[in-house]
């Protein structure tokens, strides 16, 4: 008898060991993005009160650290590329199972997919792979997978595919030669689940189309269900269409149908295609018809910060006991931007990144800069300074100083004039001068330019000096809005 229960018992640790050696296996071998996607989800995931749906266009469109800095909210972006809808379905039941939002924001962009998948099967790795093994996942790849007629871009058969997601070991196991640092330390997301993509992009010219397509596909059935599983558990959901340049009519007949469904269901819908005013698609484009860069999603992730908070009633949750995390989060976050913005070595990238409310911005244009004469560098200039407010009664967005803030560039590329402005996120106040000899005073200090010299002095008491090239278009000094400090200044020439 002893000597039986000594095997069972040998025979439990055995499997117990070779299960713990296979998972671990399967985690080093496989590829990392979904896990450095996803973990930082489940690790916040009680705490988070809006969940962000969606393709691509969502990924790139809405940062949730930035809805924490300005509207205390807590939200984390699942959006990945070519996401169905029915995978936006089934990744929320997966987040459900450990969380409980305040509300669901669900982008339609691919509504009028009549696969359940994509042909990208890595990208439906990226998913699920992230996602603990559970009854829901089991389902969500029995109900994804069920299609023998569904193939991927390569011409494999999901119903093939199928337990490679569920061992991703069987997919994974000859990248042994392939593995790094990365795969042992991975670099999980820093923005929570968000992309920023870096590129300002000429936009394609489009038209805006009043049809409206009929339901089909899956996109729309699976849209329905997203908006019966959160009623069910009395969750709001607020369904968009991100701003883009719309590439075709058939694209937009498709979203337009979706307004009468979200009428019919009884949920708001906000399809940014009509809104022109929330984005500027000369500064605010990645590429030329489909993903916004950080401009553009940080005009949008602030529109969406007052919707949620006014119509969601979603809570503030800045100063609160327990939240700390988010607040470290952020710091790392701002820290990330820096670094980024350090990186970009086109004029027009690192101007465009300038629109955020952590860099005060200081500018000197000498007289008679060849910036004066680029239409498009002048316009992402005057971006810097944009402001997004909101009607109370309707939450219309409007920049609060048109599309060209800086009243006194204009002036000053009429007249060729020498320009000096401070964009002071401290105070929320823009100051510009004119003249060769000028000076401004800032919350974090100051600027002044006499002749070929651009000074400016931060919150430290400190004055750095730059002499100017001979030729150059324009000075721009960065000032970390959290310390006060000069960052990093820029001399660009044309």
Same mark, same amino acid.
């Given at each position: 008898m002893k000597k039986t229960v000594l095997r069972i018992v040998k025979a439990v640790l055995f499997c117990s060991i070779l299960v713990t050696i296979i998972a671990g296996a399967s985690v080093l071998f496989e590829r990392k993005e979904s896990r450095e996607k996803l973990t930082p989800f489940y690790e916040r995931a009680e705490q988070t009160d809006v969940l962000l749906l969606g393709d691509s266009h969502m990924l790139s469109a809405v940062y949730p650290l930035e809805l924490w800095r300005d509207y205390g909210i807590t939200a984390y972006n699942l959006a990945s590329y070519n996401n169905t809808l029915p995978v936006s379905y089934w990744l929320l039941r997966c987040a459900l199972d450990v969380c409980t939002?305040?509300?669901?924001?669900?982008?339609?962009?691919?509504?009028?997919?009549?696969?359940?998948?994509?042909?990208?099967?890595?990208?439906?790795?990226?998913?699920?792979?992230?996602?603990?093994?559970?009854?829901?996942?089991?389902?969500?790849?029995?109900?994804?997978?069920? $299609?023998?007629?569904?193939?991927?871009?390569?011409?494999?058969?999901?119903?093939?595919? /199928?337990?490679?997601? *569920?061992?991703?070991?069987a997919l994974y196991h000859s990248r042994w030669s392939e593995l790094s640092e990365e795969d042992i330390h991975p670099s999980y997301s820093r923005y929570l689940g968000a992309q920023m993509q870096i590129h300002v992009a000429e936009p394609a010219e489009y038209a805006i189309v009043a049809d409206a397509a009929g339901e089909q596909g899956y996109g729309f059935v699976y849209l329905r269900r997203i908006v019966e599983e959160c009623r069910s558990r009395g969750i709001g959901v607020l369904l968009t269409n991100v701003p883009y340049p719309p590439a075709g009519e058939d694209d937009q007949?498709?979203?337009?149908?979706?307004?009468?469904?979200?009428?019919?269901?009884?949920?708001?819908?906000?399809?940014?295609?009509?809104m022109d005013? *929330?984005?500027?698609?000369?500064?605010?484009?990645?590429?030329?018809?489909?993903?916004?860069?950080?401009?553009?999603?940080? /005009?949008?992730?602030? #529109?969406?910060?007052? *919707?949620?908070?006014?119509? #969601? $009633?979603?809570?503030?949750?800045?100063?609160?006991?327990?939240?700390?995390?988010?607040?470290?989060?952020?710091?790392?976050?701002?820290?990330?931007?820096?670094?980024?913005?350090?990186?970009?070595?086109?004029?027009?990238?690192f101007l465009m990144m300038l629109h955020?409310?952590?860099?005060?911005?200081?500018?000197?244009?000498?007289?008679?800069?060849?910036?004066?004469?680029?239409?498009?560098?002048m316009r992402l200039v005057q971006n810097i300074g944009r402001r997004h407010l909101f009607e109370e009664d309707t939450y219309d967005a409007v920049f609060a100083d048109g599309l060209m803030p800086l009243e006194r560039l204009t002036e000053a590329a009429a007249t060729g004039e020498a320009y000096l402005a401070v964009i002071d996120r401290g105070?929320?106040?823009?100051?510009?001068?004119?003249?060769?000899?000028?000076?401004?005073?800032a919350s974090f200090g100051g600027v002044q330019r006499s002749g070929g010299w651009f000074a400016v002095s931060d919150g430290k008491g400190?004055?750095?000096?730059?002499?100017?090239?001979?030729?150059?278009?324009?000075?721009?000094?960065?000032?970390d809005e959290r310390t006060d400090e000069i960052v990093m200044v820029r001399e660009y020439s044309l």
């Open positions: 939002p305040k509300a669901v924001v669900v982008d339609i962009n691919y509504i009028n997919c009549f696969n359940r998948l994509s042909g990208s099967s890595g990208d439906v790795h990226t998913a699920f792979d992230g996602l603990p093994m559970s009854r829901t996942k089991l389902a969500a790849l029995d109900d994804l997978m069920s $299609d023998p007629e569904e193939m991927d871009d390569y011409g494999n058969r999901y119903v093939d595919l /199928k337990k490679e997601y *569920i061992f991703p070991l007949a498709y979203s337009n149908a979706v307004y009468y469904v979200a009428q019919e269901l009884g949920v708001e819908y906000i399809d940014f295609v009509y005013q *929330i984005v500027d698609y000369a500064t605010d484009c990645y590429d030329p018809n489909s993903h916004l860069n950080p401009s553009g999603a940080r /005009k949008v992730t602030d #529109y969406l910060g007052q *919707i949620l908070s006014g119509w #969601y $009633d979603v809570p503030d949750h800045r100063g609160e006991a327990g939240y700390a995390r988010w607040d470290s989060d952020y710091d790392a976050y701002v820290n990330d931007k820096m670094q980024l913005l350090r990186e970009q070595t086109s004029i027009d990238s955020d409310p952590d860099f005060s911005v200081c500018l000197s244009v000498p007289e008679g800069s060849g910036l004066y004469e680029d239409e498009r560098l105070s929320g106040e823009i100051r510009e001068t004119l003249g060769s000899e000028a000076e401004l005073e400190l004055q750095r000096e730059f002499g100017s090239r001979e030729g150059h278009t324009a000075h721009i000094a960065v000032i």
